[in-house]
């Protein structure tokens, strides 16, 4: 039995141990089952949380004058955590590609926005493509890492998933625009309609604790976007990248950037839903 299986094995006996112990009736059951699904959410965005704790705690104590400048310890760092997951078996080698390719197409992105101005990595770095630090793929490959986690460890399922084709031809429409917006007419508000339309029919099925909970995809995306926005006003007053308007002093990132990490984290969710062969495991029809 690898170490792997034997500490997941221990794990669920000790669940098993606390629930016993602690789940006398309806409200100390949901409360395990609260804390469950906190728990799973947490070891989900693994990847991600720790790149934020590095941010914040790199703002506060990385000294000024260090040989090595914070961008780049920040990319050394997430990528020894990617080594570090991948070897301990956190993420699949499957995922980890996925992640890849959403890191490539946030990165060259970056590179296009922070060309037009859009906002800036205030700091010096050696390890950079232009004026793109490369930590700052890390922070798309931690979006792709966690729903590709989450997909994995609270065992999705979906009724009513829409055809992979399709929702390519959205993410295809998506990435487009955050391009041609600078030159054409934005159409997000079209991609937003688009999005409730092809996702709003689709139920996910995930299982917190022992029982299998639904709720709307659609639902279950927004609050992934919202997550994502408070994240990124923690990155944002750690300095990892800055606003424009945000050059005389931090202040929370403005609501028109949680759309635009809705559309985005949708790429990313194609992404992985193709690991899955566009076909999700275990989907069942007529629930």
């Not at 728990?39 to 703002?59: D, R």
């Not at 992640?99 to 770095?125: C, R």
């Not at 590709?148 to 031809?169: E, G, H, K, L, T």
Request: hydrophobic share 55%; net charge positive; charged share 15%.
């Amino acid at each position: 039995m690898s170490r792997r299986l034997m500490l997941e094995t221990w794990l669920h006996a000790r669940r098993e141990a606390w629930r016993a112990a602690f789940v006398q009736g309806w409200f100390t059951g949901f409360l395990f089952e609260f804390v469950s699904f906190g728990v799973k959410q947490a070891w989900s965005c693994l990847f991600g949380g720790l790149m934020l704790a590095l941010l914040l705690v790199t703002f506060l104590v990385y000294p000024a004058d260090a040989p090595l400048p914070r961008y780049d310890f920040l990319t050394l760092a997430a990528l020894g955590i990617q080594v570090v997951m991948l070897a301990t078996k956190l993420e699949t080698w499957e995922e980890a590609r996925v992640i890849f390719i959403f890191h490539v197409v946030g990165t060259i992105m970056e590179l296009f926005k922070t060309a037009a101005g859009s906002w800036i990595y205030p700091e010096p770095a050696f390890l950079k493509i232009g004026d793109v630090p490369l930590f700052s793929g890390f922070m798309y490959a931690a979006v792709g890492s966690f729903i590709a986690r989450s997909w994995r460890i609270m065992d999705f399922r979906f009724v009513r998933f829409p055809p992979i084709w399709i929702q390519v031809a959205l993410a295809v429409a998506v990435y487009v625009n955050f391009f041609s917006h600078h030159w054409l007419p934005d159409i997000r508000l079209g991609l937003f309609v688009a999005s409730a339309l092809i996702y709003g029919p689709c139920m996910l099925f995930y299982r917190p604790d022992i029982r299998e909970r639904s709720m709307p995809l659609l639902l279950g995306l927004v609050l992934v976007a919202v997550f994502i926005w408070f994240a990124e006003n923690l990155g944002t007053f750690a300095r990892a990248w800055v606003y424009p308007s945000q050059g005389d002093g931090w202040h929370p990132v403005s609501l028109d950037k949680l759309g635009s990490w809705y559309l985005l984290m949708l790429i990313s969710f194609v992404l992985v839903a193709g690991l899955h062969n566009g076909a999700p495991r275990k989907e069942v029809q007529g629930k």
